[in-house]
């Protein structure tokens, strides 16, 4: 196979959520974990990945605090904010056009998923190149999943709700992000949805909205540690990850000292 041309991919960070499930009363990319805001981890991981020529990051407005980290982050590879809107989709539409013109790829990334390790970034990319207009990364699911439908009123005193079907657990993926795509397809995609109005409902992804648009949507393997940090367990899982990665890159025999 020939090598595939290298692309210019820019990278765009939601980082403009407000942490509501967390409930720190702070964003969520500020909250700090293991001496680090969520937003330090996710740049590093990104850039250790080499695949950003730009990486804007959407910000909750008005914020200074993750507007200045990105400014401490910013050298060979510019690293620029802007204001999020009220929606996840809205942040990630401001910040595709705070990116340079002229990329081939834009990858979208979650602040919240702070510990997605670079390789992740890199197998969305080398996707791109080889040709994919969309690529997304995924983990087999490990639960049994059921589709659930309102119990009638004469059900009601029982339960709420009852089985209306079980897809078949060997099909289904839990995505994640970076979530990779053609730039031109998800700029398209995005310009769709400013004017969709209630055709938009119950888009939850990038990924999402090109699969309505007939792209093919390619499946890359995710990682475990791309967990979306989103209540105090999460935090307390993404801790833990933390402190294995530092027990694995400790010298042999450091450990047993402490
Ligand atoms: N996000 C964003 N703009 C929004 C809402 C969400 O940029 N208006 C970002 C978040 O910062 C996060 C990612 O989208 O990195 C996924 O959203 P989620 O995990 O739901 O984060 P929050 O919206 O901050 O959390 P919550 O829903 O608990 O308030
Ligand atoms: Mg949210």
Do not use: N
């Not at 510990?115 to 040709?131: I, K, M, N, S, Y």
């Amino acid at each position: 196979m020939p090598t595939p041309p290298s692309l210019r991919i820019g990278v765009v960070i939601v980082a403009a959520g407000s942490g509501q499930r967390l409930g720190y009363g702070i964003p969520k990319a500020e909250v700090v974990l293991a001496g680090r805001t969520l937003l330090e981890h996710a740049l590093e991981a990104v850039l250790a990945s080499g695949v950003a020529a730009h990486i804007c990051v959407a910000v909750p407005p008005g914020d200074t605090a993750l507007t200045a980290i990105c400014a401490r982050a910013a050298g060979t590879v510019p690293v620029t904010a802007v204001e999020g809107g009220s929606s996840r989709a809205e942040s990630v539409g401001r910040a595709l056009s705070g990116l340079e013109p002229g990329l081939d790829a834009v990858l979208v990334h979650d602040a919240a998923r702070a510990l997605t390790p670079p390789d992740v970034f890199a197998r969305v990319g080398a996707a791109l190149a080889a040709g994919a207009q969309a690529v997304i990364p995924a983990l087999p699911v490990a639960d049994t999943i059921k589709t659930a439908v309102p119990c009638s009123p004469e059900e009601q005193r029982i339960a709420g709700e009852k089985v209306s079907g079980t897809p078949e657990r060997a099909r289904l993926r839990a995505v994640q992000t970076p979530q990779g795509f053609d730039a031109r397809t998800l700029a398209d995609a995005h310009r769709w949805l400013e004017s969709a109005g209630s055709d938009a409902a119950g888009i939850t992804d990038d990924a999402m909205l090109v699969e309505r648009r007939g792209v093919d949507v390619f499946l890359v393997p995710g990682s475990e540690q791309a967990l979306k940090i989103t209540t105090e367990l999460d935090l307390l899982t993404a801790e833990a990850l933390v402190a294995r990665r530092l027990r694995s890159a400790a010298p042999a025999g450091k450990e047993s000292q402490q």
